[in-house]
């Protein structure tokens, strides 16, 4: 007698700590999966934030020229040349041919864009970059002959000033004349706050996209001109 009703304390202790360690695991899970659900909205409400204020161009003015224009200086001015070539390997090194009248300047039409930062943050660097890496390269003004004479692939040209919101900067794009196609240029921004954005733009046209947010590794790969030599090196990369 005396033993079954120890057996039955032993039970009911045995079965009062199960019932606890139980109901100790249901909270602690309970409280992770809160945890889990506050952390995913308090991190939805953070990039939504950050996609409220993020930096967008919008075009002001947009004209087109026979040749290049000079700009009354009262902001930042990129110029930047875009060159068609036709890609040749030759012992594992990549060559871009350009045509000789892609060397003409004065051969040039030129598209102008005033662009304004309508967002609500400061842009710290702008990387302007070539879509189509197949057929065209990119290159600053002032550099674009003589890399184009070294057969270079090229596809960026960087503004490392700061575009603080209401800001404007001129862009211009100069061109062979003979082109009937451009290729979309992806404005590359890296904000104030270190967060990477790009937005497409399409010359000749009076046409930009919305900004977008991408990963720096991304921003950073559309840069590389090694990416474009491995695929032209085995085409199926593309």
């Given at each position: 007698?005396?033993?079954?009703?120890i057996s039955?304390?032993?039970?009911?202790?045995?079965g009062?700590i199960?019932?606890g360690?139980?109901s100790?695991a249901?909270?602690y899970?309970?409280?992770?999966?809160?945890?889990?659900?506050e952390?995913k909205?308090?991190?939805?409400?953070?990039?939504?934030?950050?996609?409220?204020?993020?930096?967008e161009?919008?075009?002001i003015?947009?004209?087109?020229e026979?040749?290049?224009?000079?700009?009354?200086?009262?902001?930042e001015?990129?110029?930047i040349?875009v060159?068609?070539?036709?890609a040749s390997?030759e012992?594992?090194f990549v060559?871009a041919?350009y045509?000789?009248?892609e060397?003409n300047?004065?051969?040039r039409?030129?598209?102008?864009?005033?662009?304004?930062?309508?967002?609500?943050?400061d842009?710290?660097?702008?990387t302007?970059?070539?879509?189509d890496k197949?057929?065209?390269?990119?290159?600053?003004e002032y550099l674009?002959n003589?890399?184009?004479?070294s057969k270079c692939l090229?596809?960026s040209?960087s503004?490392?000033?700061?575009i603080?919101?209401?800001?404007?900067?001129?862009l211009?794009?100069?061109?062979?004349?003979k082109?009937?196609?451009?290729p979309a240029?992806?404005?590359?921004?890296?904000d104030?706050?270190?967060y990477f954005w790009?937005?497409?733009?399409?010359?000749?046209?009076?046409r930009?996209g919305?900004?977008?947010?991408v990963?720096?590794?991304?921003y950073?790969?559309?840069?590389?001109?090694?990416?474009?030599?491995?695929c032209?090196?085995h085409p199926w990369l593309?």
């Amino acid at each position: 007698m005396q033993a079954e009703a120890i057996s039955g304390i032993i039970g009911a202790v045995s079965g009062a700590i199960a019932g606890g360690v139980i109901s100790c695991a249901f909270n602690y899970l309970n409280d992770k999966r809160k945890e889990r659900r506050e952390d995913k909205k308090e991190q939805e409400k953070e990039l939504q934030d950050r996609f409220e204020k993020r930096p967008e161009f919008k075009i002001i003015e947009c004209y087109n020229e026979e040749s290049n224009v000079v700009i009354a200086i009262d902001c930042e001015v990129v110029k930047i040349v875009v060159a068609k070539f036709e890609a040749s390997v030759e012992q594992n090194f990549v060559y871009a041919n350009y045509a000789p009248e892609e060397f003409n300047a004065e051969e040039r039409f030129c598209t102008c864009y005033r662009l304004e930062n309508v967002g609500k943050t400061d842009i710290s660097v702008i990387t302007l970059m070539c879509e189509d890496k197949r057929r065209f390269s990119l290159f600053g003004e002032y550099l674009a002959n003589d890399l184009m004479k070294s057969k270079c692939l090229h596809y960026s040209v960087s503004l490392e000033h700061k575009i603080r919101v209401s800001e404007q900067f001129y862009l211009v794009v100069l061109y062979h004349k003979k082109h009937k196609y451009l290729p979309a240029l992806n404005i590359g921004m890296k904000d104030s706050n270190g967060y990477f954005w790009t937005q497409s733009l399409m010359p000749p046209e009076d046409r930009i996209g919305d900004s977008r947010s991408v990963e720096c590794r991304d921003y950073m790969e559309d840069r590389r001109i090694d990416v474009a030599e491995d695929c032209f090196k085995h085409p199926w990369l593309w």
